[in-house]
Structures are given as C-alpha cells and as structure tokens.
C-alpha cells in the first residue's frame, strides 16, 4: 500500500537486525541512550495529595489518551520537585509501567500548556533535541517491538536501561525535518478522521443515554397519565409508578474488609472469581483479566459475596468511572459467586425491582447527576452506601419492568452496533496511522522531495 503512492529510496543497506530490515543507505543506527536522556518521574504519598489549587500537576498514565495529554483526571501534591521532574516544552511523556500491558509505551508530547508540570514515577520521561523527530519513532510499530521484547510475564515495565537501549533509525538534519513535517501534515489529516468518528461515538453515546433516560423515567406509553414526581430535575413520571429511595429495593453489601482480606500471595490461577473494578467495561463484566482466590480463602470471608442477578458497582476510582455497574449472571459468567474488591460494592435488589431494570437506570442521566452531587475525595473519588441507599428512583410494576428491559435492549443494541463501526473504523484509521509513520521512520518510503500543499483538505 506504502509503495503504491510513496517511492523507496534507491539504496538500501542490511540493518543486521532481522525485524528491521534495510534501511537507506546513508541513515545510522543509534541507540536512544546517545540521543537523550530517560527521566523516572515523582514518587509522592497521599499525604503529598492537595487540593488543585495548594499543589503541583503530576502526569500519570491516566493523562495520556490517544497521543494526547488530557485532564480530566488529574492529581496535585505539594512537596519539593526537583527541576529535572519538572516537565519542559518538547519532552515525551511515556507510561513505563501499569497495570494493563497495553498501556506500557503509549505516550505524548510536552507542550507550553503542560510545562512546570510533573509526573508519577510509573512514567518516563525522555528529554532529547531530537524529540521532534522522535515523538514520529515513539508512535511507529518500531517502538511498539522494542517495547514488547522488555515484557514478559514477570516483568511489565519499561525501565530507563531498557528505553536507553532502543535502536533508532537516524538520517541526516535535514532529513529528519522534513521526515518531521511530512508526517505532522499527513496525520494531522489521519487525526481530523479519527476525530469525526470520535464525535460520531459521543453523540451515539449521548442518544443512547437519552433514549435510556426518557424509557425508564416516562415509560414506554404516551398517553399514560403522568403527575409530579415530587422532584425539580425529575418532572413528571407516569401516575402509577413509584417514587422512592433506592433503599426500598435493594441491600447493599460492602466486601470483607478484614484481615483474611485476599492479597497478592492469595490470588491463583482458577477457583473464585476476584472482581475490581477494572472488570466492569461499558457496563458488562469482563473477566478477560480477572483474578481468582481459592475456596479456602472465599470460606473465611465473610461480606461481598456475589450470587446470580447481583449488580457489582465502582464505588473508588476515577472521576467519572465511579458509578458504573454491570449485572453478576450465573448463566453468562460460568461461576455460582464471585468476591469483590475494595472498591466495589453489591446492590442487591428485592422484590418489586428487577436488577436488569435497575442496571439501566444506571445508564440514565438523572442516575449519573445525582452521583456526580453524591461523589466525594481529590485524587480517587468515592460513593458510600448512604449515598446509593438515598438515590431517588422512579419505580413501574414489575410486569412494564419486563416491557422496558425488552424495548431498551433493542434499542441498545442498535446504538451499540453503530458504536462499533465507529470504533472500527477508528482502529483501521489508527492502524493506516501507524504503517504510514513506520514506513517514514525506517526509511521505506522517501519523502525527501515531498513538498506540503498549499492548504490542508
């Protein structure tokens, strides 16, 4: 596809790397370690965490979405940083370790609105004059290699021996530069795509949650006869529906927080489900990277034991995350129970509310407002039983229960199909992204005598 619509340069010399391949003639090999310098960010305590307006930004993997820094989860802390943990104009920010391995290389580029700030000491930051350039390398399949050799079932980070080590394509000055500006033209057009479809998710998002928002607060009948809630933001709801606290319809259950509270020694290849909050994706229970705990350790807990229709909820974590709920089905899951984390809790409905009903309600707008009023915390923010017992829902018999679940999954469905041809779209775009800075960056395709239009499309 490359070569169809870019020419190769004439001459090529063998890399002596196998998966590298040839590149032009007159371009070297360095290592990253004779090009910058790789920098691990901060290590703080909660008790360094302040409010925003007391402290100092520090970057964390959660900052980095999409090639971009972002700051919709943010934390500050007030001690002493030393200048070289203060970010400059032009650094690349890396996530060197986490939880989730995909996470590890992904990375953005400092720029004035970021400088002064810091970062975590689970990223790396490397400082280079060269980074122009090298932001291209740290976005091609060529990064993405060497980072995956460093990781392996027992190590998943990448340390600043590693980063150092990397081997780099690196052709003359001014070669670079137009490498540079061929590039940041391209994609900025490759961006512009991706970002259609971006907007096109959110307002599938925003219609789902509307669609949702209006079935279980105004039913599926038109002409129902409808009085005042009782409530401002509420309006009116159908007559015959209840008005209530959530506490009416279901229990809640914290998790045993005691001492045969499982940690990393207790955890096993099989036997009992040990659920985080990482399990819970777009309202469904993942177990793709799930934990288990023996049935001895499950005995000797008391609290947090999940049974069939159970809805797990995030009660810790993120701004925006927490709240989310997905339903425990025995049927679905292949497991009689499970055992929830710390930053989990149970809901547990009773008669007169179907947890598939209640689940969503969980995905309405006036459920969403009334946790964001509820939240409390800085850094992770947290819901506390008082805050979902006190919920106000809005309750119809059990038989339009059953007529709601069936119309809203339909609906749902749809919604969802056209979200992942969205995304799909996003991952092939993504993907021409990658091929097309890779070819770039390793001297497949020469752009020497490229000469950028006179204006974008």
């Known amino acids: 596809m490359m070569e169809g619509k870019y020419k190769a340069y004439s001459e090529y010399h063998d890399s002596d790397i196998e998966w590298l391949g040839g590149l032009p003639s007159h371009w070297e090999l360095k290592r990253l370690k004779y090009l910058g310098n790789a920098i691990i960010g901060l290590t703080y305590s909660p008790d360094d965490i302040v409010e925003k307006e007391e402290g100092v930004l520090v970057l964390r993997s959660s900052n980095v979405q999409n090639k971009r820094l972002a700051f919709q989860d943010n934390v500050y802390v007030s001690k002493e940083i030393p200048m070289k943990l203060k970010t400059q104009v032009g650094d690349i920010l890396i996530c060197s370790r986490n939880g989730s391995r995909a996470l590890i290389g992904k990375n953005a580029m400092i720029d004035e609105s970021s400088r002064g700030m810091s970062f975590g000491a689970f990223m790396t930051i490397f400082r280079s004059p060269y980074n122009q350039y090298l932001s291209k390398i740290f976005n091609s399949t060529l990064f993405e290699y060497q980072s995956g050799t460093f990781l392996t079932s027992t190590v998943n980070q990448l340390t600043t021996g590693n980063l150092n080590s990397f081997e780099i394509p690196f052709p003359s000055e001014r070669e670079r530069e137009q490498i540079a500006n061929f590039l940041d033209y391209e994609t900025a057009k490759i961006d512009t795509l991706i970002e259609k479809q971006r907007q096109l998710i959110k307002l599938l998002k925003e219609k789902r949650q509307a669609v949702i928002s209006h079935a279980v607060t105004k039913g599926l009948n038109a002409d129902a006869p409808m009085h005042d809630s009782g409530v401002e933001w509420l309006g009116e709801v159908p007559e015959h529906w209840t008005s209530c606290s959530l506490r009416r319809y279901a229990d809640f259950v914290d998790g045993d927080r005691g001492s045969e509270y499982p940690n990393e020694?207790?955890?096993?290849?099989?036997?009992?489900?040990?659920l985080s909050s990482k399990n819970i994706v777009e309202g469904t229970l993942d177990l793709e990277e799930v934990k288990y705990i023996s049935n001895e350790k499950y005995d000797a807990l008391n609290r947090g034991k999940a049974i069939n229709g159970d809805l797990i909820v995030k009660v810790r974590g993120s701004a925006g995350r927490i709240g989310e709920l997905a339903k425990f089905s025995v049927s679905e899951h292949g497991h009689n129970t499970a055992f929830i984390n710390a930053q989990m809790m149970i809901i547990r409905t009773t008669d007169g509310l179907l947890p598939d009903y209640l689940r969503f309600v969980s995905y309405s707008i006036y459920w969403t407002e009334q946790l964001l009023v509820g939240a409390y915390g800085t850094a992770q923010q947290q819901l506390?039983?008082?805050?979902?017992?006190?919920?106000?829902?809005?309750?119809?018999?059990?038989?339009?229960q059953s007529l709601i679940i069936d119309s809203l999954n339909q609906d749902v469905s749809k919604f969802n199909n056209l979200i992942k041809k969205a995304e799909l779209a996003i991952n092939l775009i993504n993907e021409r992204r990658t091929a097309l800075i890779s070819a770039a960056v390793t001297g497949k395709i020469d752009v020497r005598d490229w000469k950028k239009p006179g204006d974008i499309v």
Request: hydrophobic share 40%.
């Open 384 to 400: 506390s039983n008082e805050v979902f017992s006190n919920l106000c829902i809005v309750v119809p018999p059990v038989n339009e």
């Open 265 to 274: 020694k207790d955890f096993k290849n099989d036997g009992i489900l040990f």
